[in-house]
């Protein structure tokens, strides 16, 4: 794991020179098991290109936020982009993902899948992020709960 800005980042490939789409996530959760998720996509010069929010069920915090991760995944899959750094305010997540060998049972279906896609990417990068600077991803993500 490597460190930007101060926070941790895991790094799959190589990211110089490409034009990376920046996706910030956020995951909202309560005790009934009610989850949800919302991101945001940007290019490189900062437009928007799309965004998701997206009610579920949950058995944690953890388990929604990597919900929302691997949504952002298939997304770009779909989308055939293969440059992509995805930013997340969970550390555990973050983490997770990358440390192969400690994954929680309850999201690890979900890591296998996302880290399964990895080979798809040219460069993939996950980033920590404070939770300050991921407001639209929350606020989609709080809204979806209500829905």
């Known amino acids: 794991m ?3 800005n101060g926070n941790p980042v895991h790094i799959i490939g190589k990211p110089e020179g490409c034009a990376v789409i920046r996706v910030k996530v956020d995951a909202s ?11 945001v ?3 490189d010069t900062g437009q928007e290109l799309g965004r998701r929010q997206v009610r579920t069920r949950a058995e944690s915090p953890l388990q929604a936020e ?3 991760v691997r949504d952002i995944v298939e997304w770009a899959r779909e989308e055939r982009i293969y440059h992509l750094d995805i930013s997340s305010d969970c550390l555990q997540l973050i983490i997770q993902i990358a440390e192969v060998d400690r994954g929680s049972h309850m999201i690890e279906g979900i890591l296998e899948d996302i880290r399964n896609a990895f ?3 040219h460069c993939l990068c996950f980033s920590f992020i404070p939770r300050h600077l991921n407001g639209l991803a929350h606020s989609l993500a709080k809204q979806a709960i209500k829905l």
């Open 119 to 121: 080979s798809f990417f």
């Open 29 to 39: 959760w309560v005790r009934s098991l009610d989850a949800a998720f919302g991101w």
């Open 66 to 68: 990597a919900l929302g």
């Open 2 to 4: 490597a460190i930007r």
């Open 41 to 43: 996509a940007y290019d």
